[in-house]
């Protein structure tokens, strides 16, 4: 099946600090990307969803300045947290779709952000 | 205000047995649902859909149930397995790649 990496798998970095997360999809061409934050405990919580070559779409409460969002090839998607503090401690997970329309997200493994 | 729900937050079975897992949404325009299943300090991972123009699809020894009448959609495991054990997620879309998940059911087989 189709494959989404994400790197780093786990960062630690202290408050004030800017951290890069990418999401590539490795054997299709993501025409869609999309960025979730997961709580403890809770579901998945769409933070924007990103189309190659255009401004990413960001959901109602999350701040585009603070999380920003680059989708500059059919492979790559990059979530930058941006000042970032200890409430932005969280588990970062990319997904992937290969066209439009109804169909499956490839989820990527998720990126563990501890900010201390 | 929560558009998927699954209303139980862990399921415990015994190995061989059914685990029945449930899902229950508000919209009837949803139009595709999804099961996910994920283990800790892992992305979800894709398990079974089902289009709402159905009823039941079937992979192996998982089974998708949907009733649109009762916007409920549930996910049958058979013979449940330990390595089973992980957080379901159901989730629902409507026309676009934007899916809506539920909270999550943590399944545990136990020997």
């Known amino acids: 099946g189709a494959v989404v990496s994400q790197h780093p798998s786990w960062v630690i970095c202290k408050s004030g600090t800017s951290v890069k997360i990418e999401c590539r999809s490795l054997?299709?061409?993501?025409?869609?990307m999309f960025w979730y934050r997961q709580f403890p405990k809770q579901s998945l919580m769409l933070m924007a969803t990103?189309?190659?070559?255009?401004?990413?779409?960001?959901e109602q409460g999350v701040e585009k300045d603070k999380f920003l969002i680059n989708h500059a090839s059919l492979t790559l998607s990059t979530l930058t947290v941006t000042s970032a503090h200890p409430e932005d401690s969280s588990f970062y997970i990319c997904?992937?779709?290969?066209?439009?329309?109804?169909?499956?997200?490839?989820f990527g493994p998720g990126t563990r952000l501890t900010v201390l | 205000d929560q558009q998927v729900k699954q209303n139980s937050p862990s399921l415990s079975v015994q190995e061989g047995r059914i685990s029945i897992l449930n899902c229950d949404y508000t919209?009837?325009?949803?139009?595709?649902f999804l099961w996910y299943k994920k283990y800790p300090a892992e992305g979800p991972t894709f398990l079974i859909s089902?289009?709402?123009?159905?009823d039941k699809n079937e992979d192996g020894r998982f089974t998708v149930f949907l009733n649109k009448s009762a916007k409920h959609l549930s996910l049958h495991i058979v013979p449940s397995q330990p390595g089973d054990s992980a957080v379901y997620f159901c989730?629902?879309?409507?026309?676009?790649?934007?899916?809506?998940f539920g909270t999550g059911t943590r399944l545990q087989v136990f020997p």
């Open positions: 997904s992937a779709s290969s066209h439009q329309g109804t169909d499956t997200q490839y």
């Open positions: 054997d299709f061409q993501a025409t869609t």
């Open positions: 990103s189309n190659e070559g255009s401004k990413a779409t960001y």
């Open positions: 919209n009837s325009m949803f139009d595709y």
């Open positions: 089902i289009s709402s123009i159905k």
């Open positions: 989730a629902a879309s409507l026309n676009t790649d934007k899916l809506i």
